[in-house]
Every structure is written in structure tokens, then in C-alpha cells.
């Protein structure tokens, strides 16, 4: 098991000798090595991926060579399957070119897909390429707007490309709410007894930290 879930070998024999050994569940296809359950549920979001099939329906044609600079993606997948006649897709890490190469196998896309390592490595294809797509939810994504890693790869590739290659997306928002934490300030407070239980030694631990960060 792990923190979020739980799995459970039943004996159902009375006589010990006949049980039967299961087999504990390891993931081998590398989706949840890499990939949070959060972005698993978003590639598998069902309303999302339509939205991105009618996007990409208008702008792929048998002529389209496609650069997807997010190799957690399926769009790119999805490019291949409505037409393009190539899609570069980048993606750096060992795991993720597994699992890409396996989808690329599965839906018998081989001829029409190639994973670089980086950004640079896509500019071998620069004066193909026409359309730019992304899907801007990056696994190495930790804050919100670490996601807007998109725009800076942009930036490289911007100079090097045909000033007529489409973008997708070619714009953001970003939606912000103010908020108010009361007793924020308290975070390194010491505990002392809570619930009758001694929490002396993780309030060491906080003013150890303290030191450390100032």
C-alpha cells in the first residue's frame, strides 16, 4: 500500500496449506512512477480531450508537422490521429520516451511520430514545422505558474521558426483571488502538550529550522 491506496490479499481457505499467493500490484508501465494521480486524472478527463480533438480537427491537415513541447501529453497522440504528417514530440526523460513509445506502438503511429530529448533537438526539424501545440500542465510542475515553462521554450523557438507556424495555445489568463490567513504568522510557534501529548520534540525540530533559514 501507499498513502493513497490500499490493496488486500483474502484468505478464503480454511487449510493453510491451499492458499494461494497473490502477487503484489507493482505498476509496470511507468504512468504511476512519473505521473501524480492528479495528472493521470487529467489526461484521462474526457471533456478536456474533446475540446483538443475539435481545436486540433481545424488546424491538421495531411500537410501538418507538429511540435508538442509537452511529452506528458496526449496531444500530440491526438494530432497523429486526425492527420498530421509528423509530430515531434519533446520529451527528456527515460521513463516518459517509455511510455510515449508504447502508445506510439499501441495505436500504430510509428511512421508518423519522433521523440526528441529537448528543445534544441526539435530545431533539426525547423523548417517543417508549422504548428506548435501544447498541452500547458507539465508533470515537473510544482506552483501554478511553473506551468508557464511553455512560454519560455517559446522564446527559443520563436527566432528559429517560420513567422507563419501556427501557435496552440497562443494566449493565457491567469485568474487570482486575494486571501486573508489568520494566525498565518503562528506557523513556527511552538506546541508544548497538545491533547496531552509531549510535542516538545518536533517544536526543537521548528526552531532548528528557524535557525537554519535565517
Known sequence: HDEFSLWFDIDIHDNLKNKVEFKNPVCE?????IYSRTHVSYMNDTDKNYKFIRTLRKFVNSETVCLSLNGASLVGL???KVGAKKVIYVEPGVIGKRILESYIQTNG???SVIIVPDVKSALQFKNDINLIINDPHFTNA???WDNFQFGYKMKV????????TKIIPSSCSVWLVTVEFLDLHKIKKP????EDIDLTIFDDLIKVSVVISK
Open 29 to 33: 508501465c511507468g504512468v504511476h512512477m
Open 78 to 80: 491526438i494530432s497523429a
Open 109 to 111: 503511429l510509428t511512421n
Open 142 to 144: 510544482i506552483l501554478p
Open 157 to 164: 523557438l520563436r527566432s528559429f521558426l517560420n513567422p507563419q
Open 191 to 194: 506546541l508544548g502538550i497538545c
